[in-house]
């Protein structure tokens, strides 16, 4: 199975919030998830608020040795607005449903809004996991 993580769960491993951190880190130990670079720009932007650029910029600079970051393409960025005309969501998290269909994944997560009963991305919700 495909995974594709979002911001909240990398937000999430890097606070050393559990479970949802040991979650995180075994897919990453298993397998080299999916994630957009949008989001990835999510995680440095929350990163920086809170603990500065260094901080940011290391946890990006993990990011790229254990996941498989992609940048959007046209037709991604279409399919995002596209979700996102559908769906009450963040920009970036349209990204991360996004990404997940794209490659029949299921996405990481436990935020609310992407938990979405009949959507058209499969997610696993983190903290109920």
């Known amino acids: 199975m495909t995974v594709v993580l979002d911001s909240w769960a990398i937000l999430r491993l890097v606070e050393g919030m559990e479970p949802m951190a040991t979650l995180v880190d075994d897919v990453i130990t298993q397998q080299r998830p999916l994630m957009s670079w949008i989001n990835v720009g999510e995680v440095y932007y929350v990163t920086c608020r809170e603990a500065g650029q260094d901080a940011a910029g290391e946890i990006v600079r993990g990011l790229r040795t254990v ?23 963040a920009y970036a998290d349209v990204f991360a449903a996004a990404t997940a269909i794209a490659h029949d994944a299921e996405l990481w997560t436990g935020d609310p809004e992407l938990l979405v009963a009949g959507a058209p991305w499969r997610w696993l919700d983190l903290r109920a996991a």
């Open 67 to 89: 996941l498989d970051l992609e940048v959007p393409s046209d037709n991604r960025i279409l399919a995002a607005a596209g979700i996102k005309a559908d769906h009450p969501l």
